[in-house]
């Protein structure tokens, strides 16, 4: 038996050669499967109430783009553990136009922390529109 876990590199590479080689309505035909099946269960990496509906889920993946979705899915999956935090805070999408954009938000004296620069520079690999938004204080009182 080959164990099957996120750490063995025949299993990833097996999954990513399979998504590799689905279509774009492939693709959203296997996450309509695993939503009516799993939704709800838990799993690492998986937070199901993102999203209101599967419609507004597909409606994500289909801005995003089945080449960076599965870019997105490799980089993760080869590193679970230090990619579980650092993500950009806004997941923005314009289903009408194809836009699909992560925007990381820092207030007045925050910084960048080294995994958030991580996620910012593979998303731009993945090509992915990603950048930050600096929130100004304009008085003591209120931002």
């Given amino acids: 038996l080959v164990k099957l876990s996120l750490e063995y590199?025949?299993?990833?590479?097996?999954?990513?050669?399979r998504l590799g080689g689905m279509s774009e309505a492939e693709i959203e035909g296997e996450v309509s499967r695993v939503w009516n099946e799993q939704f709800?269960?838990?799993?690492?990496?998986?937070?199901?109430?993102?999203?209101?509906?599967?419609?507004?889920?597909?409606?994500?993946?289909?801005?995003?783009?089945?080449?960076?979705?599965?870019?997105?899915?490799?980089?993760?999956?080869?590193?679970p553990g230090a990619m579980r935090s650092g993500m950009p805070d806004l997941t923005l999408w314009d289903y009408e136009q194809r836009k699909f954009k992560m925007i990381e938000v820092k207030g007045p004296g925050d910084s960048l922390r080294c995994n958030q620069?991580?996620?910012?520079?593979?998303?731009?690999?993945?090509g992915v529109e990603a950048g930050v938004c600096l929130v100004k204080q304009v008085s003591s009182k209120r931002i």
């Fill in 40 to 79: 709800d269960v838990d799993c690492v990496g998986t937070h199901w109430h993102l999203f209101t509906s599967l419609d507004q889920c597909l409606r994500c993946l289909g801005c995003l783009g089945v080449t960076r979705f599965i870019a997105l899915v490799r980089v993760y999956l080869r590193h």
């Fill in 9 to 17: 590199s025949r299993f990833l590479e097996a999954r990513f050669e």
């Fill in 117 to 126: 620069i991580s996620w910012l520079g593979l998303l731009k690999e993945a």
